[in-house]
Nanobody, 127 residues
Framework: QVQLVESGGGLVQAGGSVRLSCAAS????????MGWFRQAPGKERELLAA????????YYGDSVKGRFTISRDNAKSTVYLQMNSLKPEDTAVYYC????????????????????WGQGTQVTVSS
């Protein structure tokens, strides 16, 4: 089992920045590919960014490319999502997710591929 706890959400003005953190416990964090998703009311859960277990491979969705940065600190068992130039349409509940990977470079792109999920943190961007 892997337990994930997100933090860092809140209310921010458009154009501002927020850094989300996701602390993991329970298993060897460095064995897991990590992803950040979000879900707005009435919309499907969207993959924003993902990072391989070794950190060498990353993926960004088109909606956040150039504005968001995913990173991880395996020594702290934590994955981060730095969000810059925030827009009102970024308002959503943000989730981190983990999936075991035998490869240091593998990325998972589908929410159904991730076994472990955090409880989510709300990010609200005001205009």
């Amino acid at each position: 089992q892997v337990q994930l706890v997100e933090s860092g959400g809140g209310l921010v003005q458009a154009g501002g920045s927020v850094r989300l953190s996701c602390a993991a416990s329970g298993r060897t964090f460095s064995s897991y590919t990590m992803g950040w998703f979000r879900q707005a009311p009435g919309k499907e859960r969207e993959l924003l960014a993902a990072i391989s277990r070794g950190g060498s491979s990353t993926y960004y969705g088109d909606s956040v490319k150039g504005r968001f940065t995913i990173s991880r600190d395996n020594a702290k068992s934590t994955v981060y999502l730095q969000m810059n130039s925030l827009k009102p349409e970024d308002t959503a509940v943000y989730y981190c997710a983990a999936e075991f990977s035998s490869s240091y470079t593998l990325i998972y792109y589908n929410a159904k591929e991730y076994e472990y999920w955090g409880q989510g943190t709300q990010v609200t961007v005001s205009s």
